[in-house]
């Protein structure tokens, strides 16, 4: 699955162009751009997926880097600064990684997109009733 299955290629290339200079990347304004902040929970239980290279159920460091490259070949890589900086932000739990194994992937992205990224509390119930169920 690619993530262009999920996010329209021209909200994609338009956060890609919007961080193209080094530290430039705003994680709140990329999942805007790209799309990804008005996806339902299964949408970005996807695209965390896609992003979680290895299939460990985290997101590491080392595919943090890469990001943007996962949502365009080609795109630069994160400076560290940037990768650091991501990686404090959405790791809730300060393991050095992003997500939790199996369900809790809900409370993670929940938590992540209401603190970190302002998405507005009725998707975040909407995550808490899907992993409820």
Not at 20 to 39: I, M, N, R, T
Request: proline share 3%; with cysteine; aromatic share 12%.
């Amino acid at each position: 699955m690619s993530l262009s299955s999920v996010l329209s290629a021209d909200a994609i290339d338009s956060a890609i162009k919007d961080c193209q200079a080094p530290d430039s990347f705003c994680p709140k304004k990329f999942f805007q751009l790209c799309g990804l902040s008005k996806k339902s929970p299964q949408d970005v239980k996807k695209v965390f997926g896609i992003l979680d290279n290895d299939a460990s159920g985290f997101i590491e460091e080392e595919e943090l880097k890469f990001f943007l490259q996962r949502f365009r070949p080609g795109a630069r890589v994160l400076t560290d600064k940037e990768t650091k900086a991501f990686l404090n932000a959405a790791d809730d739990d300060s393991d050095g990684k992003i997500g939790a194994e199996g369900e809790n992937i809900f409370i993670d992205l929940a938590i992540y997109s209401l603190l970190k990224l302002g998405t507005d509390f009725d998707w975040v119930i909407l995550i808490f009733d899907y992993h409820l169920i």
